[in-house]
């Protein structure tokens, strides 16, 4: 062979060689370990969705970690936890913790309600309805909680009720009455961990969204929309309410108003596995995958998902896209 051909023949092997491996590359499966800190409300759903995502990616091992929203945003921003996608029950967490300098983007993907939750074991359960729960949890004996504020946004929207109730039932004093008779003790690092203590009768009611309320089989009193924070088109009268928080930064403070509950998700930037994140994400975004399971559990998905701006959408990967759209 001519020492031409001969070298030509080798650069057409190598460029070959180079374009297999590439092709390999971009269909290569999903694998590894991916890394979620969620919202503690999403964990039922999410278990769901972990087992279809890994019966269908079988080389994907998806690792969560439930807590208050809050304090999954702080495992990366101030623990500096490894971690490929944080869920939030508050989308304003992702946006006042996380975004610009952990995370490029927030897509709203669910709602919920806060529900007051009881069972047969509480006191004055025969009595307590949607026109007298105030008046129940302030009376002597009774036992009520919720999640801490600073670590769960549960927390601060129970808080938030509250407020809203003075303020729809026309009964000043009222914010203070009931937040006087309930210790400090009573206020737990989650509202998951409300549930066990409300089920065993160590507590008599406890603030949790409307999800968990029905995945756990829990008796609740529904609130109006004007003050449960579940309807949007309320949103105006919502912001009359507020809250003060431990802020991003050790010894600040930041305000949260109040708005409807809207869960938001997205993909830390320095992600280990970032391709089986995406994918993930891709699943629990379909109506016909993640979405749906919200659904079945309780919790109303946005279909399509949102993102508040065109500039935001842009920056989405491109298997996300088609799946959201720009809403305010």
């Known amino acids: 062979m001519q020492p031409i051909r001969f070298f030509r023949c080798i650069i057409l092997i190598a460029f070959m060689t180079f374009a297999m491996v590439q092709i390999q590359n971009v269909c290569a499966e999903p694998q590894g370990q991916l890394v979620m800190f969620h919202a503690g409300s999403l964990s039922m759903p999410f278990n769901d969705m972990e087992k279809a995502f890994e019966a269908a990616y079988p080389k994907v091992d998806l690792v969560r970690e439930g807590s208050g929203s809050q304090q999954a945003a702080r495992k990366v921003t101030e623990l500096k936890k490894s971690c490929d996608i944080v869920a939030s029950a508050d989308y304003k967490v992702i946006d006042k913790l996380l975004i610009p300098e952990f995370a490029d ?8 309600q806060l529900v007051l939750c009881y069972t047969d074991k509480s006191k004055y359960a025969d009595q307590i309805s949607a026109d007298n729960w105030y008046d129940i949890i302030q009376k002597k004996g009774v036992s009520w909680g919720h999640s ?15 407020q809203l109730a003075e303020k729809f039932y026309q009964k000043p004093g009222l914010n203070d009455a009931v937040l006087a ?7 737990r690092s ?3 961990e409300l549930i066990s203590i409300l089920q065993t009768g ?12 029905v995945q756990h089989g829990l008796k ?4 109006p929309d004007k003050i449960n924070l579940g309807n949007y088109t309320q949103d105006d009268y919502y912001s009359q309410a507020a809250v003060k928080l431990a ?3 050790p010894g600040t403070v930041m305000e949260i108003k109040g708005d409807s509950c809207t869960y938001g998700v997205t993909l830390i930037k320095n992600a280990p596995n970032p391709e089986a994140a995406i994918a993930f994400l891709k699943f629990m975004l379909s109506p016909d995958g993640g979405l749906k399971i919200m659904k079945d559990q309780g919790q109303p998905p946005f279909i399509p998902c949102i993102v508040p701006s065109a500039q935001m959408k842009e920056k989405l990967p491109a298997e996300l896209k088609p799946l959201v759209e720009v809403k305010n």
């Open 202 to 213: 160590n507590m008599d009611y406890v603030w949790e969204y409307l999800s968990v309320a």
């Open 105 to 112: 983007w927030n897509i709203r993907f669910a709602s919920n």
């Open 181 to 187: 008779n309930r210790p400090q003790s009573n206020v």
């Open 220 to 223: 609740y009193i529904v609130l």
């Open 148 to 162: 801490d504020p600073n670590l769960d946004p549960c927390g601060y929207r129970a808080l938030m009720v509250i």
């Open 247 to 249: 802020g991003k930064e």
């Open 190 to 192: 989650k509202s998951a």
